[in-house]
T-cell receptor
Framework: ELKVEQNPLFLSMQEGKNYTIYCNYS?????LYWYRQDPGKSLESLFV?????AVKQEGRLMASLDTKARLSTLHITAAVHDLSATYFC???????????FGKGTHLIIQP | EAGVVQSPRYKIIEKKQPVAFWCNPI?????LYWYRQNLGQGPELLIR????????DSQLPKDRFSAERLKGVDSTLKIQPAELGDSAVYLC??????????FGPGTRLTVT
């Protein structure tokens, strides 16, 4: 059974600081996704990571994938209040399989 | 390009009543998914369709849940009868030739 663990589950941080969210998964996966969800809203795709060593960056967010360690990280640089949201990682075994999600990291960025 | 469309956005029903949710995926997307998201949790897959065929319904509680995608485009998810524990957000997603999975706005179901 494919399992996904995120940590931390809750994170409160100050604007301007850097931090990293970790995502571990239990078995071999074809690719890894990061999503953002604002309260009461649906999921917004941030990144899709396809291969070992993949790194993608968008603004203050950077995601990386280590398939050997079954680990992905989402790094936040110089956090701003607008990045407050819940961040989910998800993996898929292969093909068009449904996603298996972690529990999410609830991120609060305080001025 | 229009995104994934779902209706209704909110639904409040009493337990033991039936309820149905509708989803229209992004045009041209052959793969459609229904997920359920409980409060404070990540979404969990209920069923996946390839065109009109349900290719993975292993997580669908078949005693009370049913789904259909008759013409391989829009889809309906039904619960009959609803239980208190069914209160959740029901999300529809679709994917096309690439790897992106696009989610709709969801239907928030409250069973009283």
């Amino acid at each position: 059974e494919l399992k996904v663990e995120q940590n931390p589950l809750f994170l409160s941080m100050q604007e301007g600081k850097n931090y990293t969210i970790y995502c571990n998964y239990s078995t071999t996966s074809d690719r890894l996704y990061w999503y953002r969800q604002d309260p009461g809203k649906s999921l917004e795709s941030l990144f899709v990571l396809l291969s070992n060593g993949a790194v993608k960056q968008e603004g203050r967010l950077m995601a990386s994938l280590d398939t050997k360690a079954r680990l992905s990280t989402l790094h936040i640089t110089a956090a701003v209040h607008d990045l407050s949201a819940t961040y989910f990682c998800a993996v898929v075994k292969g093909g068009a399989d449904g996603l298996t999600f972690g529990k999410g990291t609830h991120l609060i960025i305080q001025p | 390009e229009a995104g994934v469309v779902q209706s209704p956005r909110y639904k409040i029903i009493e337990k033991k009543q039936p309820v149905a949710f509708w989803c229209n995926p992004i045009s041209g997307h052959n793969t459609l998914y229904w997920y359920r998201q409980n409060l404070g949790q990540g979404p969990e897959l209920l069923i996946r369709y390839e065109n009109e065929e349900a290719v993975d319904d292993s997580q669908l509680p078949k005693d009370r849940f049913s789904a259909e995608r008759l013409k391989g485009v829009d889809s309906t998810l039904k619960i009959q009868p609803a239980e208190l524990g069914d209160s959740a957000v029901y999300l529809c997603a679709s994917t096309g030739p690439g790897y992106e999975q696009y989610f709709g706005p969801g239907t928030r179901l409250t069973v009283t």
